[in-house]
């Protein structure tokens, strides 16, 4: 962790990584779980209130790679990425059906003040549901070219991991 809080602004993820001789991406989980961002975790430096959302969950994240014990829980690859069950799409729409009052229609909008209170709204409704899964990036690639990048839920991925362990995927490029 010292090594980490000392060198991070000297040195990429990837090179204390092999220095540490750890993985790119627990360095990076461990350097996030300091608090130290390599990214400005501004509202100013998101496109749409989505990306700002997904920018802001970091706990989340950790808490996923850890429950899966930060590999693929389909291949145990270490390249991987967290697949929402209850998809992002799926939680903004129900924050907004519960509250009409702070849908703006662009990101752009927003005061610091109501992105705060999305974000509250956000991770209180992302915590009624599972934790991510870790899924290889192909796979993840893959699921989302079968069930959609948008409202996607928990049958939905049952069935994909259901599937891919029966072989259904395995011919599929």
Partial sequence: ?????????????????????????????????????????????????????????????????????YKCVLTNSKDFEIHHLYGVSNIIEDIFKENKDLYKENFSDYSDNELSLVLEKFLEMQGRYPLGECIDKNLHTLFHSLYGQYYNTPEQWHRFKDDYLKGIYKNID
């Fill in 1 to 69: 962790k010292q090594y980490i809080v000392d060198n991070w602004e000297l040195e990429p993820d990837k090179i204390m990584a092999i220095k540490l001789n750890k993985t790119f991406r627990a360095v990076k989980a461990q350097r996030e779980l300091l608090g130290i961002y390599r990214r400005d975790m501004s509202s100013n430096t998101y496109s749409t209130l989505a990306k700002y959302l997904r920018g802001q969950n970091q706990k989340w994240k950790n808490e996923s790679m850890k429950k899966c014990n």
